[in-house]
């Protein structure tokens, strides 16, 4: 007897995925909310410093984001926005502790869960533990155990792919469920801004906008060829996301091995001072990632990309593991330094921390640390 496998095949490579995308709402303030119920239905915003000096917040409740206090911002800025706005102190041993508990929830349905923060995941659900089908019902069961276990809400985003599932759990938050079938991906990515496809950057953007590419409809008139022409390799990858095309796999077992920032300028920097604010800015961003994921790192590298596209790296070890501001940037500058500077025009700074092991945040005298320094 023959066995027809063809049919088979193409039935494995036509079927469809199922994505949830869930990312927790107000992550670190909610949980300060829940713990402490002062808190509950006031501005807070966790990381920021009470004197308003020097400290920035790692996120806002949603009444503080009311009056426009976002992540990353100053505490000064903070301030003068709300009057009242609460800073928190930031408890990563408490986070990280909720984060394993979230994913031991994701863990009765799948085994596919790729983490992307302490508060955010990608699961594939295409064939589920508990054999219930569909995916917008274990979003909903996901958002219903995280609510009666662990008292926090959580938005997800269901579709066929990371992309768009990760797009649709920010379309409805808090506490939201969006679901985008494939019959409604083409439209939803002609509507969708260029700086939201995943891989545009500032700079990339900014180059679209000028060639009066502003949507997902004006990107979708360039042929594959002239994408990659304008943007380079990524062109090929936008050429397929625009058309809701993401093939990228939730990959279960993906550490993160380093934690990293760049900045690609709109002209080559020349001026040493330019270098350092350039400097200053990615420090800060790096920091924020370190944040988010509670790591340190052993080893910093700073990478330099001149104006003739050659690449070099510098890196520097630590004998345990680093996280604050001040040692990233100061180190960051200092390796600047060590590389021949002179009649060098800088068109990228990147800085990265690796060599993780397992050093987490978990010690209070961690987060001590990072209050020391205005956090
Ligand atoms: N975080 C941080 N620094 C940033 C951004 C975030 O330390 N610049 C931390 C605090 C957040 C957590 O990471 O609580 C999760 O990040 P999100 O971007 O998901 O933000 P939130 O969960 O706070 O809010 P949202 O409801 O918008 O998801
Ligand atoms: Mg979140």
């Not at 295409?126 to 917008?136: L, P």
């Not at 008292?151 to 649709?168: D, E, H």
């Not at 502003?214 to 990659?228: H, I, N, S, V, W």
């Not at 990959?251 to 200053?280: C, G, N, V, W």
């Amino acid at each position: 007897m023959r066995i027809d496998t063809t049919q088979y095949s193409m039935e494995k490579v036509n079927k469809q995925r199922k994505i949830i995308h869930i990312d927790m709402d107000a992550f670190y303030a909610s949980i300060e909310q829940r713990d402490n119920p002062q808190y509950k239905g006031k501005p807070i915003a966790v990381g920021g410093s009470p004197e308003g000096r020097g400290g920035v917040v790692a996120t806002a409740s949603y009444e503080a984001r009311k009056f426009g206090i976002r992540s990353a911002m100053s505490s000064k800025q903070a301030l003068q926005l709300c009057a009242d706005v609460i800073f928190v102190r930031p408890r990563f041993e408490v986070y990280k502790e909720v984060s394993q508990r979230i994913r031991a929830i994701f863990q009765r349905y799948t085994d596919l869960i790729e983490p992307l923060s302490l508060d955010e995941a990608f699961l594939d659900v295409s064939e589920d533990k508990q054999h219930i089908g569909s995916a917008i019902e274990i979003a909903r069961l996901i958002k219903q155990a995280i609510k009666d276990e662990l008292q926090l809400t959580a938005s997800a985003g269901v579709s066929i792919n990371k992309f768009v599932a990760k797009i649709a759990s920010d379309m409805d938050k808090p506490d939201g469920l969006t679901f985008i079938g494939p019959s409604r991906i083409g439209a939803f990515m002609e509507s969708l801004v260029v700086e939201k496809f995943f891989g545009v950057g500032k700079v990339t953007a900014a180059k679209m906008k000028k060639m009066g590419l502003f949507t997902g409809a004006d990107l979708k008139k360039l042929t594959e060829a002239e994408l990659t022409k304008h943007f380079g390799k990524p062109g090929k990858f936008y050429y397929k996301i625009v058309r809701g095309i993401d093939d990228r796999e939730v990959q279960p077992h993906r550490e993160t091995k380093s934690i990293s920032a760049e900045d690609t300028f709109p002209y080559d920097l020349k001026e040493l001072d330019e270098m350092y604010e350039a400097l200053d800015k990615i420090a800060a961003i790096v920091h924020d990632r370190l944040f988010r994921h509670g790591l340190k790192g052993r080893t910093i590298t700073l990478k330099i990309k001149y104006h003739d596209f050659k690449q070099v790296t510098r890196s520097q070890s630590f004998s345990s593991g680093v996280s604050d501001l001040e040692t990233i940037t100061a180190t960051a500058k200092k390796l600047m330094e060590a590389t021949d500077l002179e009649d060098k025009k800088i068109r990228l700074l990147g800085i990265s921390l690796s060599n993780f092991g397992d050093v987490m945040v978990k010690k209070s005298k961690d987060v001590s640390d990072q209050l020391a320094l205005g956090l």
